[in-house]
């Protein structure tokens, strides 16, 4: 059973272990800093199909079976999937989960997605509700750009705050048994607005979210950022990691080098004019999956805390003059035996 | 700790309970056979707002408040929400409970929402992770007509398998301490997909779906019909209705008077023009806050099944040949002592 840790955080009395992961992408994923880390990266934007979304479904499908044969498990051995996406009424998620016959539980946490499902899977294994999970979440540069912003063949300007949302999806295998990898504690967010209404600007907005839960993280736990051999933020990009340290450092806190943040990392900002750098569902999914996973793994990182973000907006609320509130779900992962 | 009983269903070895309820409606659900179970109806269909997709986010912040009022509860004294809805981004219950300070969980699980919170919540409170949350959902018709359909003032016609987006909301405050009513067992739904690609025929895309999980059920407990007293499905509506006793009728199983549906029961179909029935999240929402737990309360039913049902499609899935899959989760309410 989970225990309470102060006002927010639990701390998983069997904490699941992180049995497999996998990690796709695009081919501007694949020509960034963490080409190496991917299981597979597809040159062609459309996977084989004939339409953006159906790419994006065949994506996070292809994902969903490699972490299960990672896992050397059938779909059928999972008690359920936990699963998101961006576009309207998540069906590219849905629909790449459609014909395995695993229970479905469907999630929006926008682009705090894959923590959100770990957190939730989690918090399912300890609970005894299951005995392994899927979290699954993806995202697609063309699908995000036609269904948020302008058709691609517009060629609109992007402003240099503007983020690349990211073409790439992550799975990942919890289970009740086993060693190694654990997911040890959970740090659900709740929904911060800033104010911000710069829909081009989404860093800012979420970084708020961020300090929010992180603050109460390390408040509920009596730890430091100090306890953390990283911390990684979803998709706050250059600019939102900026404003996130500056919060923290207005009320003493330093969050050092150990921060990063999944928007920068995944693309290299000086040679693939990416602006502010990655956002979407697929960001921290396949940084998770694609870098920070195999590199505790490699025990480059022992305890690591995994805070995703998601700006809680559509078209529709922007063009209605609403402001951008943000979330945050935190999870922490330790290496053990 | 949930005890997993056949494949599918878990019984809550603490069984939350649900501690108050809330149900709000529109103008012509309050035309309806149930005015008299909602605890407030809208004349207003902008619900003093300046967008239908305000209003929809009014009715919902409303009915969250309305609940905790009538749990006695600050918001800040639940461990979280879980909420979702139809609209793009799921911005309406996002915006309902952003100022809330309350961890928020996001869902996408259509018309199915408040089976979903609702399972989902109850195994978080079961698994030790929450003492108290809040399951809340909603639709409007206005918002879902211009963003699945035709701009309202097309008046495009209406086909008789159509059903009629129901503006309300539901929300329901379950508690791991308390007496009365409670929430016993979980059946997570998943998708099927028979083929329908008529979006305008959602009750024929869905039944398959709710005749997966209630089979997966009645296997999985040893239960039959006749062993609840009343059995309810989301927003399959008439046709969806008699689909889905025909679909049992065929395995040599009657459901009986005690199958109800919430599309069905929600107007009067003979007066009020809504072809099918009701659908959208909506529906169950508030038949279940409207109808079903005040009947239990009353003693009118000891023991309900009830299996909310939900489209996963969107307008882009449908305009690219897409076909319909559905999902249906179940939760058992039982009157205890």
New interface residues.
């Given amino acids: 059973?989970?225990?309470r840790i102060g006002g927010?955080t639990?701390a998983l009395?069997r904490p699941p272990a992180v049995r497999a992961w996998a990690a796709l992408g695009g081919k501007k994923e694949g020509e960034g800093p963490l080409r190496r880390g991917f299981d597979r990266l597809s040159e062609d934007s459309y996977f084989g199909e004939?339409?953006w979304?159906?790419a994006e479904t065949r994506m996070l499908r292809d994902c969903f079976a490699l972490a299960c044969a990672k896992a050397g498990l059938s779909p059928q051995a999972l008690d359920?999937v936990l699963t998101?996406d961006?576009?309207?009424?998540?069906?590219s998620s849905?629909?790449a989960?459609?014909?395995?016959?695993?229970?479905?539980?469907?999630?929006?946490?926008?682009c705090s997605t894959m923590a959100?499902s770990l957190a939730?899977g989690a918090?399912?294994l300890?609970?005894?509700?299951a005995a392994r999970v899927c979290a699954l979440t993806g995202s697609h540069f063309c699908t995000a750009e036609r269904q948020y912003r302008f058709p691609l063949e517009y060629g609109g300007q992007r402003t240099p705050t503007s983020q690349w949302t990211v073409t790439g999806a992550g799975a990942v295998i919890l289970d009740a048994a086993g060693s190694g990898l654990r997911l040890t504690q959970?740090t659900?967010?709740?929904?911060v607005?800033a104010g911000v209404a710069d829909a081009t600007h989404m860093g800012g907005a979420m970084a708020p979210a961020a300090f929010d839960t992180l603050s109460a993280h390390f408040a509920d736990t009596g730890r430091s950022p100090a306890d953390y051999d990283a911390i990684f933020t979803g998709d706050l990009g250059a600019l939102g990691h900026d404003i996130l340290e500056d919060l923290f450092r207005r009320q003493g806190t330093e969050l050092g080098v150990r921060y990063m943040d999944c928007g920068v990392l995944i693309y290299d900002a000086a040679a693939q004019d990416v602006g502010a750098g990655g956002s979407g569902c697929g960001c921290s999914a396949a940084v998770l999956c694609a870098q920070i996973l195999p590199g505790m793994e490699k025990g480059i990182w022992d305890r690591v805390l995994f805070a995703a973000t998601?700006a809680?907006?559509?078209?529709?609320?922007a063009q209605?003059g609403?402001s951008i509130?943000g979330?945050c779900h935190a999870i922490v992962l330790e290496r053990g035996d």
Same sequence: chains 1, 2.
């Fill in positions: 059973m989970a225990k927010r639990r009395e004939g339409s979304e159906k359920c998101g961006l576009l309207n009424q998540c069906v849905a629909f989960v459609k014909d395995s016959g695993v229970p479905h539980w469907g999630l929006y946490g926008a959100e939730l918090l399912l300890d609970g005894g509700a959970v659900p967010g709740r929904i607005d998601g809680l907006m559509s078209p529709t609320s209605q609403e509130p979330v």
